[in-house]
């Protein structure tokens, strides 16, 4: 959905959920902000029980003139209304009725969602798919401060002071916008009350602890979210407690935190396997988070609702215990595993894409690469390029090893990816897309590779990273050169049958 196909509606209402939160006015403020400036006059109200009270949701809303209004009574029926930071007809934001009806949310969907809708589960605020979606309209935020900030403070809170951002978009947001900052340290220095300060001693209090994989579990009552990352950061500086989950329930959410210390265990990986086919989750390597539809944990279970504070726990301590028994670790230079059972394959022609990087820009310019997976740091540099893989994926190669694996084709290079992949000036700040310098390249001569599918998860920690692993699931490929039996990796099921065909011995 483009934000432009709202303009046609005359009386526009949008509503952010019910206890808003910092993300929910961002999001509804940038709205307003967009169809004002387009000449619209629409309302932002939210609904419910509760007026806001939260300190530093009030600070908010008085010094970045967040243009809501409490209306807990409210059937006017308005030609539109505009969900933000929720979905219409979720437990958790009060149903206007209105003759048209519109979505705009990055949590996970669980509502039939109406024709006019952009819900992107995988972002990490709701304020960064209006940034992105104001962005594409040619409004520009810059303009204002106050927006900005609120924007920030938006995917702040989302996320953990920041520490739980994981895609992309957000990152960009995040480097881009201006931002009053005092006031950001202000806000986020009284979200706490003193009834939540409660919460977390009493939370600690009751901590249970599990010696054999050495982590730790906690629920707090609902609170702050951010409550949930203070005490997962405070209590694995505990000695032998390497990983902490923290988590709350509610009727609307469970929403939990989790922190690793130790290489074998990549947080985001563990948030993303806690939330399996009940809702989403993910962030950093040490340092990520997410949530869980109670209703679906429900269904799970044949339970009710009020058993699910007693289920929620269960089913966290049963898939940390799956999480901790079903890998096996490989770490750099151990023998290749079942290697009598291997296969050879050869790699199929390719065309992928290929970038020189003083194109982009001059040599000795200090750059980051943001791609889907992460950000790179590097230098230009005469000789060096950036490989584009099949999947948008990114990585340096230098002049040399080009040359003696690939060719140039003279053909237009034009794939598409989720997140084009981008390239930045660090002193200067400016931003070129890689793909416009992209030039063909296929694969040439033969890399042969001894490869098997795995019939079990994987951790595997590689030469080129000691201190990062990749994961494989059963069906992946886990594989070395023929001509360097050391060198092992693991690739993805998806790919291994469109990069490799089987060789004749
Ligand atoms: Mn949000």
């Known amino acids: ?145 106050l927006l900005s900030t ?41 979200s706490i009350s003193l009834d ?21 579990m906690i629920r707090a009552d609902r609170c702050d979210p951010n409550i949930l990352g203070v005490i997962s950061d405070f209590s694995l500086e505990t000695v032998d407690v390497n990983i902490t989950l923290v988590y709350y329930v509610s009727p609307q959410e469970i929403k939990f935190s989790v922190r690793s210390c130790v290489k074998e265990v990549h947080a985001n990986e563990l948030a993303v396997f806690l939330a399996e086919g009940l809702g989403g989750g993910g962030g950093h390597i040490t340092k990520a988070g997410g949530v869980l539809r109670p209703e679906k944990l429900q269904a799970l279970y044949g339970a009710k609702e009020e058993d699910t504070e007693r289920i929620a726990g269960e089913e966290f301590e049963k898939r940390l215990e799956r999480y901790f028994s079903m890998y096996r670790v490989i770490y750099a230079g151990s023998p290749l595993p079942d290697q009598e059972e291997m296969k050879l394959y050869e790699k199929k022609q390719q065309q992928l894409g290929c970038v020189k990087l003083t194109d ?23 000789d060096v390029y950036l490989m584009i893989g099949i999947e948008g994926e990114v990585y340096p190669i230098n002049q040399q090893k080009l040359e003696s694996s690939y060719q140039m084709t003279g053909a237009p290079y034009d794939k598409t990816f989720e997140y084009e992949p981008s390239i930045k000036d660090v002193y200067t700040g400016e931003r070129k897309n890689v793909k416009r310098f992209a030039k063909s390249v296929v694969s040439i001569g033969q890399v042969r590779i001894l490869a098997k599918p795995l019939d079990e998860y994987v951790k595997l920690f590689t030469a080129w990273d000691e201190e990062k692993y990749y994961s494989g699931s059963p069906g992946d490929y886990i594989a070395a050169r023929e001509d360097d039996p050391g060198d092992i990796y693991i690739i993805n099921k998806r790919l291994f049958h469109q990069l490799y065909r089987e060789a004749e011995a």
């Open 360 to 382: 982009i820009f001059p040599a000795g310019t200090l750059v980051e690469i943001r791609t889907l997976e992460g950000d790179i740091n590097t230098r230009v540099e005469e």
């Open 150 to 190: 609120a924007l920030y403070y938006g995917l702040f809170t989302d996320t953990n002071k920041l520490s739980e951002v994981s895609h992309p978009l957000d990152r960009d947001m995040r480097d881009s916008l201006e931002v009053n900052h005092s006031l950001i340290k202000e806000m986020s220095n009284s």
């Open 196 to 216: 939540e300060l409660k919460i977390t001693g009493k939370a600690i209090l009751d901590f249970d602890y599990h010696g054999n994989n050495k982590y730790l």
């Open 1 to 145: 959905m483009f934000l432009h196909e709202l303009l046609p509606y005359e009386d526009i209402v949008i509503q952010c959920h019910d206890n808003p939160d910092a993300d929910a006015l961002a999001s509804g403020y940038a709205l307003f902000y967009y169809l004002t400036k387009k000449g619209k006059h629409p309302r932002f109200i939210y609904r419910g029980a509760n007026q806001i009270r939260k300190n530093n949701l009030l600070l908010m809303m008085r010094h970045l003139q967040i243009p809501v209004t409490y209306m807990p009574d409210f059937d006017e029926n308005p030609d539109l209304l505009v969900t933000v930071d929720c979905q219409y007809g979720q437990k958790n934001v009060t149903k206007t009725m209105a003759k048209n009806v519109a979505v705009i949310d990055h949590h996970q969907t669980t509502e039939e969602l109406p024709v006019l809708s952009e819900v992107r589960s995988n972002i990490g605020s709701c304020a960064t798919v209006l940034w992105d979606m104001m962005k594409s309209e040619g409004v520009e935020v810059s303009d204002s401060l």
